[in-house]
């Protein structure tokens, strides 16, 4: 089973434990559910894999349940074992809805690249209908940037004139992708990224068994996204890191050996995962070195040719994939450019 197939079908947001971080975004829900003022429709965004499906379940699960907020009044937090809960973590509660990308209805089955507009239609159509459970349908669009024309345009019709007592969350990674009525017509909850100590908690929690030194790498790495840590770590994150490390100590000069040893890794489909962490290590190194230089005062040149070398990877690994180049011979010309750059800093 590919990644993105495991990705996908899992449902690990609506019964994770206590949700990490994001305080006023729910103080917010929790004051507007204490007041009776439920938005219709609300836009949770931010960076991908800092929790905004999990906060949009936890409203899910709070509104549904028809129980006062857990923790306090300024919170979300519900009772796990409310039957209402229990339904929405087994995905059985006739009043919630989630919409992600369908899967093709030919083999190879695979999921598409975009949230149709068949799959809103269907999924609006529910909202409709009388709630059985409780006093609200509610509605998640996971990711609601994924959208494609059709289905943005099919989505407006609905919030200009939304169902009685329905609620509908859409979890964006980038907002602007969005129509601008769209977006009008949410309350917007904008997350933002988490520090540290919070994104090691989140690891922990999800059984990680780094070293608290080699956790904190992997949280810096991650930019304060707990889920890219997770999919970091479990991609052997923190041997890459150590492995690109070393390279970059040696430039401009490059061990040709270890280096075509370490490029063999990401050859072939199996080592796609691992390539992915690749890039995400480079980068964060990359603009290491170059906030370095920038708040060293060292500038100049030097900063120039390493802005000019990050720019030139991102265009090589975006044509990469969109021509499918063999990965191991991106890889090779990452740091080929790289020893470029540092000969001439």
């Known amino acids: 089973m590919s990644e993105e197939l495991i990705e996908l079908i ?33 836009l949770i965004s931010g960076p991908t894999g800092i929790g905004k499906a999990t906060l949009a379940w936890r409203m899910v699960r709070l509104i549904l349940s028809a129980s006062e907020a857990g923790l306090s009044p300024n919170d979300i937090e519900t009772d796990p074992g ?48 009388t709630p059985a459970l409780s006093d609200w349908r509610c509605m998640i669009i996971d990711a609601a940037d994924e959208m494609n024309t059709n289905a943005r345009n099919a989505l407006l019709k609905v919030l200009e004139e939304p169902p009685p007592r329905t609620v509908i969350l859409l979890v964006a990674h980038i907002p602007s992708r969005l129509l601008p009525t769209i977006r009008s017509r949410c309350r917007a909850l904008p997350l933002q990224t988490l520090n540290n100590e919070q994104v090691t908690k989140v690891m922990a929690r999800s059984g990680s068994d780094l070293m608290p030194d080699d956790m904190q790498v992997v949280s810096d790495i ?30 401009p000069g490059l061990e040709t050996e270890f280096l075509h040893t370490f490029s063999d890794k990401f050859a072939g489909a199996a080592g796609e995962q691992g390539y992915r962490a690749f ?61 470029t750059a540092a000969k001439s800093a």
């Not at 369908?102 to 949230?115: A, H, Q």
């Not at 304060?224 to 690109?244: D, F, K, M, N, T």
């Open 10 to 42: 899992e449902r690990p947001r609506a019964e994770t434990g206590a949700l990490i971080g994001h305080t006023p975004a729910r103080h917010a829900i929790a004051q507007a559910y204490q007041t009776g003022r439920i938005a219709h429709a609300w």
């Open 82 to 129: 409310h039957p209402d809960v229990r339904k929405i973590i087994a995905g059985a509660h006739p009043d919630c809805r989630l919409v992600r990308r369908s899967m093709t209805t030919r083999s190879p089955y695979r999921f598409r690249t975009e949230i149709s507009v068949d799959d809103i239609r269907e999924s609006t159509a529910f909202l409709r209908h």
């Open 222 to 251: 991650s930019g304060g996204s707990p889920g890219r840590a997770i999919h970091l770590a479990q991609a052997g994150g923190l041997e890459l890191y150590q492995e690109v490390a070393q390279l970059f100590k040696t430039l």
């Open 279 to 339: 890039l995400e290590i480079l980068n964060w190194l990359l603009l290491r070195e170059i906030r370095n230089d920038a708040t060293t005062g060292r500038g100049g040149r030097r900063l120039e040719r390493w802005l000019k070398a990050w720019e030139n990877i991102s265009e090589l690994t975006t044509h990469a994939d969109n021509v499918n180049l063999d990965r191991k011979q991106v890889v090779l010309n990452t740091f080929f450019e790289l020893s």
